[in-house]
C-alpha cells in the first residue's frame, strides 16, 4: 500500500518562492520500487495538469511548458519524500497540488506527466499566489 501526504503549500505574492513536499509510505524508493514521482495541479473549473515527474531510480525528468525554468523536482530516497521547489510563482500557478506515484510511467523530456499513468494519489495541498 502506497500512502502520500503533501505539505508546504501556502499563500504567496507573484515572484514568491513555495516549497512542496510529499511524504511517501509504502513501496516507493525500494526493490518494489514505483516506477516515477510526479505532481499535479488542478485549478477551479480547469482540468487537471501535470507539472513535473521524476523516475524513481533518477535521472530524466520533465515539466509542463507553463512551469519550465521556475519549477524543480527533486527526491530523497532516503527519507521517502519527493520536493517540487517552486519559484518565480504567478497568479497563474494558484491551483490544489497533488503529488502521485506511477508504476510504470514513460518521462517525455519536454512534456508533463500525464495523469492516466499514476495509480496513487496525495490529498493535495492549495496554492494561492496573489498579484
Known amino acids: 500500500q502506497v500512502h502520500l501526504v503533501e505539505s508546504g503549500g501556502g499563500s504567496v505574492q507573484a515572484g514568491g518562492s513555495l516549497r512542496l513536499s510529499c511524504a511517501a509510505s509504502?513501496?516507493?524508493?525500494?526493490?518494489?520500487?514505483?516506477?516515477?514521482m510526479g505532481w499535479f495541479r488542478q485549478a477551479p473549473g480547469k482540468e487537471r495538469e501535470g507539472v513535473a515527474a521524476?523516475?524513481?531510480?533518477?535521472?530524466?525528468?520533465s515539466y509542463a511548458d507553463s512551469v519550465k525554468g521556475r519549477f524543480t523536482i527533486s527526491q530523497d530516497s532516503a527519507e521517502n519524500t519527493l520536493y517540487l521547489q517552486m519559484n518565480a510563482l504567478k497568479p497563474e500557478d494558484t491551483a490544489m497540488y497533488y503529488c502521485?506515484?506511477?508504476?510504470?510511467?514513460?518521462?517525455?523530456?519536454?512534456?508533463?506527466?500525464?495523469?492516466?499513468?499514476?495509480?496513487?494519489w496525495g490529498q493535495g495541498t492549495q496554492v494561492t499566489v496573489s498579484s
Open positions: 509504502g513501496y516507493i524508493y525500494s526493490v518494489y520500487s514505483m516506477h516515477c
Open positions: 502521485a506515484a506511477s508504476r510504470r510511467c514513460t518521462i517525455v523530456p519536454g512534456i508533463g506527466p500525464v495523469d492516466s499513468e499514476y495509480n496513487y
Open positions: 521524476i523516475y524513481t531510480g533518477g535521472g530524466s525528468t
